[in-house]
């Protein structure tokens, strides 16, 4: 599976992005999809996911009400909504995506390059 993430860019604080992440391989639908992020100096936590099963999606509680991931398994895409965006959201943000026998988060087996979010104040 190979992740190509896209749609991060420079932003004031109360905006919003989409990122997009597309995947190419096969068997899509089953993988567990998620986006990670890194602030410099900061170690990489998982932001959001989405599992192949449908379920409530997991958000890290400082995005909870502002981030929304989704999936569109048709296109083997997967999105994250990302509004009323803060200074402290500014990172890299990785696409990640792991098969239903895999180790699970936070150690996906196929990881996309990053996009780089900034939020002004």
């Known amino acids: 599976v190979q992740l190509q993430a896209s749609g991060g860019g420079l932003v004031q604080a109360g905006g919003s992005l989409r990122l997009s992440c597309a995947a190419s391989?096969?068997?899509?639908?089953?993988?567990?999809m998620g986006w990670f992020r890194q602030a410099p100096g900061q170690e990489r936590e998982l932001v959001a996911a989405?599992?192949?099963?449908?379920?409530?999606?997991y958000y890290v509680h400082s995005v909870e009400g502002r981030f929304t991931i989704s999936r569109d398994n048709t296109k083997n895409m997967v999105y994250l909504q990302m509004d009323s965006l803060k200074p402290e959201d500014t990172a890299v943000y990785y696409c990640?995506?792991?098969?239903?026998?895999?180790?699970?988060?936070?150690?996906?087996?196929?990881w996309g390059q990053g996009t780089q979010v900034t939020v002004s104040s």
């Open positions: 989405a599992s192949w099963s449908g379920n409530v999606p």
């Open positions: 391989g096969r068997h899509f639908s089953i993988y567990n």
């Open positions: 990640a995506a792991d098969p239903p026998d895999g180790a699970g988060w936070p150690s996906p087996r196929y």
